[in-house]
């Protein structure tokens, strides 16, 4: 079975530019969840979807940022406009329904850096 | 609020040794749930072990197991028979009880970067 997909991997952009990350959740999987990896802050999660609605946001960190799940087979994640400070490791995560641990699964990350 | 430490920025083990990651944490819940991630080289989470705070056993999965000490506050991982590949940063999380609205959420420690030594 195909884990979480997320692309592109790698993204390099100009500071003011429009970033979009993408992810494919395990299907089947009712929750999506959008994180950000720093040396810094270790990671972080902005945002969380169950069955396509955002439930949680505030974990993102302006209005710059927005995710958006217009179905159960794809979420994206926008940064407009970009700035050096977004530079980071973003993960999609998915997870079951239905589960006794409520675990999640991991994408491969997106590694953003913005100059 | 709920938070996790992981005290350990760094640890060395000798390939084939046993070694303890070590995992504290702190919340007002009564139930909730402790997770370990490892993140190798290649930049991917892969759960490894889960424990529910009501579990009466020590969790195990494989090479890993989890020295769960509830009165202490700490969920500590034990890998056995280390190996070359288990070379990866490990972060130790927690979730929630299962009936609060915000169960989904999982809070990170800061991790630990293991490397095994041939």
């Known amino acids: 079975d195909a884990g979480v997909i997320q692309s592109p991997r790698h993204e390099v952009t100009e500071m003011g530019q429009e970033v979009t990350l993408r992810c494919k959740p395990i299907?089947?999987?009712?929750?999506l969840f959008w994180y950000r990896q720093t040396m810094m802050r270790g990671l972080e999660l902005l945002i969380y979807?169950?069955?396509?609605?955002?439930?949680?946001d505030s974990g993102m960190p302006e209005d710059r940022f927005s995710a958006k799940m217009p179905n159960a087979s794809f979420s994206t994640l926008k940064i407009q406009p970009s700035e050096p400070r977004d530079s980071a490791v973003y993960f999609c995560?998915?997870?079951?329904?239905?589960?006794?641990?409520?675990?999640?699964?991991f994408g491969p990350g997106t590694r953003l850096t913005v100059l | 609020a709920q938070k996790i430490t992981q005290t350990q920025p760094g640890m060395f083990v000798q390939e084939k040794e046993a070694v303890t990651l070590d995992c504290t944490y702190d919340?007002?819940?009564?139930?909730?749930?402790l997770f370990w991630y490892k993140q190798p080289s290649s930049g991917e989470m892969i759960f490894l072990i889960y424990?529910?705070?009501?579990?009466?056993q020590n969790a195990t999965e494989g090479r890993y197991s989890l020295n769960f000490q509830k009165a202490r506050k700490s969920a500590n991982l034990v890998i056995s028979a280390s190996q070359l590949g288990d070379s990866a940063m490990y972060f130790c999380?927690?979730?929630?009880?299962?009936?609060?609205?915000?169960?989904?959420?999982?809070?990170f420690g800061s991790g630990t970067q293991l490397t095994v030594l041939p």
């Open positions: 999380a927690m979730r929630r009880p299962i009936s609060s609205g915000s169960a989904r959420q999982l809070t």
């Open positions: 299907s089947g999987h009712d929750y």
């Open positions: 995560a998915s997870g079951p329904g239905t589960s006794r641990h409520n675990e999640q699964f």
């Open positions: 919340t007002s819940d009564q139930s909730y749930g």
């Open positions: 979807f169950n069955n396509n609605v955002p439930i949680d």
């Open positions: 424990q529910g705070s009501y579990d009466e």
